[in-house]
């Protein structure tokens, strides 16, 4: 049978997971494990205490009780603990991460817990689908009242696609980002990372007794010089944007070069 590991950076109570769960149901046995609480901007961190272990809880979706476990830590730590108990025999077919409150585009993307876990299951062979939402910047601490329909749609659409087909071998996560304004007819576009920052801090009159929590999100890019080809600008068009992400980071260049 068909195995789904499913998780987040926004905490198992996240009604977002719970949407991203009701999307890939239908594809196979879904196993949730997500951080105990918000851990937004966890990127690839291993956090958590030494004493942490996973507790079990009650998850039910559409009828269906899942395995679920929490734990308070990081969102690749808790995908390293799921690899180290729950799948010491077997691994999962495919990771699904999300659906994160707030957009996942450009440079900021390391930053994120969500393609932190992706990235962690992907350091074991194992593919990852993450899936973000646009919100309100306000909103990405949150859990707001939203439509969850059309990312839904998405996500089933992207995650089916995974397991029914065999990707080039240098294609270890698929990023998927969808307006708030789209819908299920919205188009989709195959897009690489912005080199542009897609949020940005900015400090009124700083100086050394500058507070971290003094600076305001805003957006960093600059519209008329991304890329054509970028996720950033198609996403500002109001198309759903799909890209392919690799765990290889080395410069495309030539070694000998340097």
Same mark, same amino acid.
């Given at each position: 049978m068909t195995t789904i590991l499913a998780t987040n950076d926004d905490g198992i109570e996240s009604p977002g997971l719970r949407a991203l769960v009701e999307a890939v149901l239908p594809l196979g046995k879904v196993i949730v494990v997500a951080p105990s609480n918000q851990k937004t #901007? !966890?990127?690839? #961190? $291993?956090?958590?205490a030494r004493s942490e272990y996973f507790r079990q809880m009650d998850y039910q979706v559409n009828g269906t009780v899942l395995e679920a476990y929490h734990c308070e830590c990081s969102p690749a730590r808790i995908v390293l603990h799921a690899f180290d108990i729950l799948f010491k025999d077997k691994k999962p077919d495919l990771l699904v991460s999300g659906i994160n409150y707030g957009e996942n585009l450009g440079t900021n993307v390391t930053i994120s817990g969500t393609i932190g876990a992706a990235l962690q299951a992907a350091s074991y062979g194992v593919q990852g689908l993450t899936v973000s939402l646009q919100t309100e910047m306000e909103d990405h601490f949150n859990y707001p009242e939203l439509d969850w329909s059309t990312v839904r749609h $998405? !996500?089933?659409q992207f995650a089916a696609l995974m397991l029914e087909r065999e990707f080039p071998a240098d294609v270890d996560i698929l990023n998927v980002n969808v307006p708030a304004v789209a819908t299920n007819? %919205?188009?989709f576009k195959w897009t690489k990372l912005s080199r542009q920052s897609y949020f940005a801090n900015h400090i009124n009159d700083p100086t050394? *007794? #500058?507070r971290i929590g003094d600076a305001r999100c805003c957006y960093g890019f600059k519209k008329e010089t991304l890329e054509p080809d970028s996720d950033i600008l198609a996403f500002s068009q109001g198309l759903v944007t799909v890209t392919p992400m690799s765990m290889d *980071? %080395? #410069?495309r260049v030539d070694i000998n070069m340097l």
């Open positions: #901007s !966890a990127g690839r #961190s $291993f956090v958590g $998405f !996500a089933r007819n %919205t188009q050394i *007794l #500058s *980071l %080395t #410069s």
